[in-house]
C-alpha cells in the first residue's frame, strides 16, 4: 500500500506557471505507474498525464500536451508535474494516483491509490 500527498497547488494568473509534487510513502513509488488527473466543479475527473514506472515514457491529455511536463524521482519518491502557460480552464483540484503496474492508464478507475488532492485556479 502506498499513501500519497500533493502539494504545489496555488492561485496563479493566466501564463504563468506552477510545479505540483506528489510525495508518496508506504511501499515505494517506483513500484507504481503514476499518474495526475484533475476535476473541476461540475465536471468529471479527467486524465491529465502519466508516467511508467521506471519513467521512460509519459502521456498527457491533448489540451496540456506542450505545456505540462509529468517527471519522477523514484529516489525521492516523488513524481512531478510542471505546469506552464496556465489557462483559466485549467481550474480545478489536482490529484495524484498510483497505478500497480508497469505502465499507467488513462480512467480514473484503472488506479489503485489516490492523494488528497490540492486546488488549482488561474486567473484571467
Known amino acids: 500500500q502506498v499513501q500519497l500527498v500533493e502539494s504545489g497547488g496555488g492561485v496563479v494568473q493566466a501564463g504563468n506557471s506552477l510545479r505540483l509534487s506528489c510525495a508518496a510513502s508506504?511501499?515505494?513509488?517506483?513500484?507504481?505507474?503514476m499518474g495526475w488527473f484533475r476535476q473541476a466543479p461540475g465536471k468529471e475527473r479527467e486524465f491529465v498525464a502519466a508516467?511508467?514506472?521506471?519513467?521512460?515514457?509519459?502521456y498527457y491529455a491533448d489540451s496540456v500536451k506542450g505545456r505540462f511536463t509529468i517527471s519522477r524521482d523514484n529516489a525521492k519518491n516523488t513524481v512531478y508535474l510542471q505546469m506552464n502557460s496556465l489557462k483559466p480552464e485549467d481550474t480545478a483540484v489536482y490529484y495524484c494516483?498510483?497505478?500497480?503496474?508497469?505502465?499507467?492508464?488513462?480512467?480514473?478507475?484503472?488506479?489503485?491509490?489516490w492523494g488528497q488532492g490540492t486546488q488549482v485556479t488561474v486567473s484571467s
Open positions: 494516483a498510483a497505478r500497480q503496474w508497469i505502465v499507467p492508464g488513462f480512467n480514473h478507475d484503472e488506479y489503485d491509490y
Open positions: 508506504g511501499r515505494t513509488a517506483s513500484t507504481y505507474a
Open positions: 508516467i511508467t514506472r521506471a519513467g521512460g515514457s509519459t
